[in-house]
């Protein structure tokens, strides 16, 4: 996973559209941010850079991306989304990228939705990717705990938990159709709804990787300037606690 982050055209890609969206929310000069879920703390180093005046914090349930975090001099802890353990309006800024998806079907999204609130200040940012509805469509999968959203029923969520949405679409669209041979091959392959991560480390030809982390970054503009793509395989949600 970290070596596929450091990588990646798409993670690349995904964290220029949360440039553009966390500058839509016109952050501070300063602040704390919590990346809930932040695996191996590229999330973290990545916003630092951006903002050196900020203080920045990680958990994550699983160990073996914390310790390479840590390894990168990064504060993070071993906790649950479920119950994150910081005091209320402890943070300005909350992360969370690719978590909701994996939560407990039984409302583990709206427990994870009302901790983030909860450590907010009135007035913090929420940013949030997640996985969307898309082809081929997919069930629940309770065996996994995974699910994908259509964009009315996160926003739901989202409103319901005390945030008012800002920005809230699809991304990922165009290339994302590259992931359908891949999952349907999946499919055959393993009855679950969840495959896991399909793609491979390795580094894409600096030309082509442009290329293509230049698309995504087009499909970012559009969404942070509100246009609502019809298809893409990402939900981005920018929201702010009441």
Request: hydrophobic content about 45%; proline content about 5%; charged content about 20%.
């Amino acid at each position: 996973m970290h070596d596929l982050e450091a990588v990646s055209w798409w993670n690349a890609g995904m964290r220029d559209t949360a440039r553009m969206l966390l500058a839509r929310a016109g952050l501070p000069e300063s602040g704390r941010m919590l990346d809930a879920g932040c695996g191996s703390g590229q999330t973290m180093s990545w916003f630092q850079r951006d903002h050196p005046e900020w203080t920045v914090a990680g958990i994550d349930v699983a160990p073996e991306g914390l310790s390479v975090a840590r390894s990168m001099g990064l504060s993070v802890e071993q906790a649950s989304v479920l119950s994150l353990p910081f005091e209320s309006q402890a943070f300005d800024l909350v992360v969370t990228l690719d978590v909701l998806q994996h939560l407990p079907l039984d409302g583990g999204d709206a427990i994870a939705l009302a901790e983030f609130g909860r450590v907010l200040r009135p007035g913090g940012v929420l940013l949030v990717r997640t996985n969307a509805q898309a082809v081929p469509r997919v069930r629940d999968d309770h065996e996994f705990s995974f699910r994908k959203y259509q964009p009315p029923e996160l926003r739901n969520k989202l409103e319901a938990s005390g945030f008012d949405v800002i920005v809230l679409g699809r991304a990922n669209a165009l290339l994302g159709l590259a992931e359908i041979p891949r999952e349907l091959r999946a499919n055959k392959q393993q009855s679950a709804e969840y495959h896991g991560i399909l793609a491979e480390p390795r580094q894409t030809a600096g030309v082509f990787r442009g290329l293509l982390r230049n698309w995504l970054a087009l499909e970012g503009r559009a969404l942070a300037a509100g246009w609502q793509l019809p298809f893409g395989r990402t939900i981005f949600a920018l929201c702010r606690a009441r």
